[in-house]
């Protein structure tokens, strides 16, 4: 598949992409209200209700199948992105479907269902793992990184911010440092293994923002040093 994909951004607006599809390629768009032009034949274009398991991961009713050849146009909120991934075979990764903006035709899903201890550490009772050859888009707040698990030294990483783990990573909720630190941080996923962690680097970014547009130096100390300052003192 050759996919072509075009980015505009801009800080106030957002972000719009623009898919460029030759004749014969085809992509599974997941947010179907998202796109605002089009340009191609009108069949080139197919909604049509997923299936249960694609239901209840995604909270959703309605995938719109595209066709090339043609052109479209997506939407995106301000401070969010869309990250392609090519895929070539299999992949240890289990992503969160609510990530996942769309997929090219030969990628197939199969589902995983977690431990009880892993639902309970994650909030979420499926994840999915890609098999195939092609292009899946993730949906992302700011830039996505990448770090090595190692089977015996831990990786902390914002529960928040994680995209996809490894199917073999062992996890852990937790925060840590010392006790000021482990009181005002968000819990944290701490994980060993073998593979890759995916992670979104603007999650926190609007936190940043408020400290240093809304707060003065003493109301900020004084959130940060009196126990339940954040809620406390707004």
Same mark, same amino acid.
Not at 33 to 49: K, M, T, V
Not at 70 to 86: D, R
Not at 103 to 110: E, L, R
Not at 136 to 150: S, Y
């Given at each position: 598949?050759?996919?072509?994909?075009?980015?505009?951004?801009?800080?106030?607006?957002?972000?719009?992409?623009?898919?460029?599809?030759?004749?014969?390629?085809?992509?599974?768009?997941?947010?179907?209200?998202?796109?605002?032009?089009?340009?191609?034949?009108?069949?080139?274009?197919?909604?049509?209700?997923?299936?249960?398991?694609?239901?209840?991961?995604?909270?959703?009713?309605?995938?719109?199948?595209?066709?090339?050849?043609?052109?479209?146009?997506?939407?995106?909120?301000?401070?969010?992105?869309?990250?392609?991934?090519?895929?070539?075979?299999?992949?240890?990764?289990?992503?969160?479907?609510?990530?996942?903006?769309?997929?090219?035709?030969?990628?197939?899903?199969?589902?995983?269902?977690?431990?009880?201890?892993?639902?309970?550490?994650?909030?979420?009772?499926?994840?999915?793992? *890609?098999?195939? +050859? #092609?292009?899946?888009? =993730? &949906?992302?707040?700011?830039?996505?990184?990448?770090?090595? @698990?190692?089977? !015996?030294?831990?990786?902390?990483?914002?529960?928040?911010?994680?995209?996809?783990?490894?199917?073999?990573?062992?996890?852990?909720?937790?925060?840590?440092?010392?006790?000021?630190?482990?009181?005002?941080?968000?819990?944290? *996923?701490?994980? +060993? #293994?073998?593979?890759? =962690? &995916?992670?979104?680097?603007?999650?926190?970014?609007?936190? @940043?923002?408020? !400290?240093?547009?809304?707060?003065?130096?003493?109301?900020?100390?004084?959130?940060?040093?009196?126990?339940?300052?954040?809620?406390?003192?707004?």
């Amino acid at each position: 598949m050759n996919l072509s994909i075009l980015e505009h951004a801009s800080p106030d607006s957002g972000q719009a992409v623009t898919f460029l599809l030759e004749q014969g390629e085809a992509m599974h768009f997941l947010h179907p209200e998202q796109i605002i032009a089009y340009r191609g034949p009108s069949d080139g274009r197919s909604d049509r209700l997923m299936n249960i398991k694609g239901m209840y991961r995604k909270k959703k009713l309605i995938q719109a199948d595209m066709r090339g050849s043609c052109s479209f146009t997506a939407a995106l909120p301000p401070g969010y992105s869309v990250k392609p991934i090519e895929l070539a075979g299999g992949s240890d990764l289990l992503y969160d479907l609510r990530h996942l903006f769309f997929y090219s035709s030969g990628i197939t899903m199969k589902t995983r269902i977690l431990s009880a201890k892993n639902m309970l550490i994650t909030r979420d009772a499926v994840k999915v793992k *890609f098999a195939g +050859t #092609g292009t899946i888009g =993730v &949906l992302t707040e700011g830039m996505v990184l990448e770090a090595e @698990l190692h089977p !015996d030294e831990p990786l902390y990483v914002d529960a928040g911010s994680v995209i996809a783990y490894p199917e073999n990573a062992k996890l852990d909720l937790t925060v840590y440092g010392n006790t000021l630190a482990s009181q005002h941080m968000n819990y944290h *996923f701490k994980m +060993t #293994g073998v593979g890759t =962690v &995916l992670f979104q680097a603007g999650h926190r970014s609007s936190h @940043l923002e408020k !400290d240093l547009n809304n707060d003065g130096l003493i109301k900020r100390v004084l959130r940060e040093i009196i126990p339940f300052g954040g809620v406390i003192i707004k």
